[in-house]
């Protein structure tokens, strides 16, 4: 059985929110192994959606040929109305200026201090900012975001996990992306950090009116983060909804997600 319900909870007179990011018939396999089997997803302005899936169900695949780290086998993928597997190397660039993504970890750099971690993305997309605009300003204003201006000057060794995570997501707040990719934003981390880093990722939210895609495994980071999810199984968005209609399914396969 696959319910397809749009935009859960609007009422259908409203006018949707436009679509920043499009998935539509993605198709990935590795040799025998299919992973993706035609996966669809759309993501619309100001919302947090949330993408379910068990481990090895094709999470970071599907966010990677979203990112352009994989290419995927087929199917289109559209970021703010551009399909970019149609894009040349310029455009694609300027358009992942925009597009903030939080890695599975933190993926800070070892060697450099947390100041030196903000201040890469800045060098990387100058392009973006004026030369005027002072970065020292700017990863002042990313770590005050996160609570964390007091841990300019330390090394990444000298920070907790909970800690690497909002530097993280410093890092990738510091571009102003429109909009944001989290694969995994809590996982490793105790309840307690995990609640943290979900209320920030809210805040930021607001702030910014950003658009988020969150993958995750994790049932109460999707409770309370997301406006709609989508659970991905067998390769497909097998279905769609908010926390609270998924969560009261009788469907067997939906149920697997919900029971602790
Ligand atoms: N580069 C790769 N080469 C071969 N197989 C891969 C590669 N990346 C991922 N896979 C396989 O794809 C499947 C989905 O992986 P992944 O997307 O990482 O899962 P998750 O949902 O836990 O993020 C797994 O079976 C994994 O072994
Ligand atoms: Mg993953």
């Known amino acids: 059985m696959k319910e397809t319900q749009d935009i859960a909870n609007q009422p259908k007179n409203l006018e949707r929110p436009p679509i920043v990011l499009q998935i539509k018939d993605l198709y990935k396999s590795f040799g ?10 759309t993501l619309y302005k100001g919302e947090n959606l949330v993408i379910m899936g068990k481990s090895g169900s094709g999470k970071s695949v599907m966010i ?8 995927a086998d087929s199917g289109s993928i559209t970021v703010m109305d551009k399909d970019i597997t149609t894009l040349n190397q310029e455009t694609l660039d300027i358009l992942r200026a925009d597009i903030g993504f939080l890695f599975q970890g933190s993926a800070l750099y070892d060697s450099m201090t947390v100041r030196e971690n903000l201040e890469f993305p800045l060098r990387r997309h100058s392009e973006k900012f004026d030369h005027k605009t ?6 002042i204003e990313a770590l005050k975001n996160v609570g964390l201006e007091s841990a300019i000057d330390l090394m990444p060794s000298e920070l907790s996990g909970g800690m690497k995570r909002r530097v993280a997501l410093a890092r990738t707040l510091i571009l102003q992306p429109k909009i944001i990719l989290y694969d995994e934003p809590t996982s490793g981390l105790d309840p307690i950090t995990s609640k943290e880093i979900i209320l920030l990722m809210k805040d930021i939210q607001t702030k910014y009116n950003t658009s988020s895609l969150i993958i995750t495994h994790d049932v109460d980071c999707a409770r309370y983060i997301s406006d709609r999810m989508i659970l991905l199984i067998d390769g497909v968005d097998y279905t769609v909804g908010t926390f609270k209609e998924l969560s009261a399914s009788n469907d067997p396969k939906i149920r697997a997600f919900f029971k602790q």
């Open 32 to 41: 025998e192994n299919n992973v993706l089997n035609g996966f669809n997803m």
């Open 64 to 71: 990677k040929c979203l990112v352009g780290l994989m290419e």
């Open 134 to 139: 002072d970065t020292n300003t700017m990863v």
